[in-house]
Nanobody
Framework: QVQLVESGGGSVQAGGSLRLSCKAS????????MGWYRQAPGKQRELVAT??????TIYADSVKGRFAISRANAITVYLQMNSLKPEDTAVYYC???????????WGQGTQVTVSS
C-alpha cells in the first residue's frame, strides 16, 4: 500500500515563505513524476509544480519565479514557496504519478494560509 505523508503547511503573512515536504512509502513501481497540486475553496484542484522522472520540472504560471520544487530522492519531494500571496491559500496535495495507476497516488493534503 502506497502512502504519501505531507508536512510543512501553516499560516504566514503575505511575502513570507513556507516549505512543504512529501515522502512516499510502500511498494512503488514505475515512478513517472512527483509533485504538488492545490485546491482553494470553491475551485478545482490545479497543478502547482511537478518534477518528472528525468528531473525536468513544470510549474503553474502563477507560481513561476516564486516556488521551487526539488527532491531528495525518487520518493521525497519538497516545495519551497517564497513571496507568498493571499491567492496561494489552499490545501496543497502531494501526488506521485506511476505507470499503471491513472491519476497516481495522493497525500492527505496540508493547509497553507496566507494573510494580507
Amino acid at each position: 500500500q502506497v502512502q504519501l505523508v505531507e508536512s510543512g503547511g501553516g499560516s504566514v503573512q503575505a511575502g513570507g515563505s513556507l516549505r512543504l515536504s512529501c515522502k512516499a512509502s510502500g511498494i512503488i513501481y514505475g515512478i513517472n513524476a512527483m509533485g504538488w497540486y492545490r485546491q482553494a475553496p470553491g475551485k478545482q484542484r490545479e497543478l502547482v509544480a511537478t518534477m518528472i522522472r528525468d528531473g525536468s520540472t513544470i510549474y503553474a504560471d502563477s507560481v513561476k519565479g516564486r516556488f521551487a520544487i526539488s527532491r531528495a530522492n525518487a520518493i521525497t519531494v519538497y516545495l519551497q514557496m517564497n513571496s507568498l500571496k493571499p491567492e496561494d491559500t489552499a490545501v496543497y496535495y502531494c501526488n506521485l504519478g506511476t505507470t499503471g495507476k491513472p491519476g497516481g497516488y495522493w497525500g492527505q493534503g496540508t493547509q497553507v494560509t496566507v494573510s494580507s
